[in-house]
């Protein structure tokens, strides 16, 4: 049993830190952020502050940020309306975040 929270632990804390990277980056270029979840639906509780709705799922293998017009550039302070750096900031920010978290660590 130890182990199993030791490694649910671990995998909420990188799950955590990646779609930080993606809420951050988006938050910065102004893009609409929706929803912040931990976790996979069905949604067990959250919290609305401000335009954000942050949840904690019950599937506890997985995050996820939902966006503004991910794929529709008509959608207000979409990320599909941004150019093609801030995108690829915004879509590469959550792996770059596990690679910073990886050299804090082991550092």
Known sequence: MITVLIFLGVLTTLILVHELGHFL???AYGVKVLEFGLGFPPRL???RKGETV???NAI???GFVR???EN???VARSLASRG???R???LSAGAFMNAMLSIVVFA
């Open 25 to 27: 980056t988006a938050k």
């Open 45 to 47: 509780f959250s919290i």
């Open 54 to 56: 942050y949840s904690v």
């Open 60 to 62: 506890p293998l997985g």
């Open 67 to 69: 966006l503004a017009g």
């Open 72 to 74: 529709n550039p008509k």
């Open 84 to 86: 093609a750096g801030p």
């Open 88 to 90: 690829l900031v915004v």
